[in-house]
Nanobody, 118 residues
Framework: VQLQASGGGLVQPGGSLRLSCTAS????????LGWYRQAPGTQRDLVAT???????NYADSVKGRFTISRDNAEKMLYLQMNSLKPEDTAVYYC?????????????WGQGTQVTVSS
């Protein structure tokens, strides 16, 4: 699976952005997908995940503000971000992972910069 993230940019506090991640390759529906972010000088942290069955999970810091979704027919992953705060500033990465038998597959997109600033 190859992943390509897009949709980042500069937005004012309180604003919204929608990130997209385009996937190519086979068996997209079998992957658990996620968004992670990394601010300068920090580790990469989980933002939100969605299983192949559509179950979602969010970091406490984004609950109620961000929504993760997937479109299996189009092989797309989305992150709707509302009420953005300066502390949401980071590079956002999309991720796909799955187990197949005894093998673990983990793929990352290239990242898209989100900057929240007035």
């Amino acid at each position: 699976v190859q992943l390509q993230a897009s949709g980042g940019g500069l937005v004012q506090p309180g604003g919204s952005l929608r990130l997209s991640c385009t996937a190519s390759g086979s068996d997209f529906t079998t992957y658990a997908l996620g968004w992670y972010r990394q601010a300068p000088g920090t580790q990469r942290d989980l933002v939100a995940t969605i299983t192949s069955g559509g179950r979602t999970n969010y970091a406490d810091s984004v609950k109620g503000r961000f929504t993760i979704s997937r479109d299996n027919a189009e092989k797309m992953l989305y992150l709707q971000m509302n009420s953005l705060k300066p502390e949401d500033t980071a590079v956002y990465y999309c991720n796909a992972q799955r187990w197949y038998g005894d093998r673990y597959y983990n793929y990352w997109g290239q990242g898209t910069q989100v900057t929240v600033s007035s």
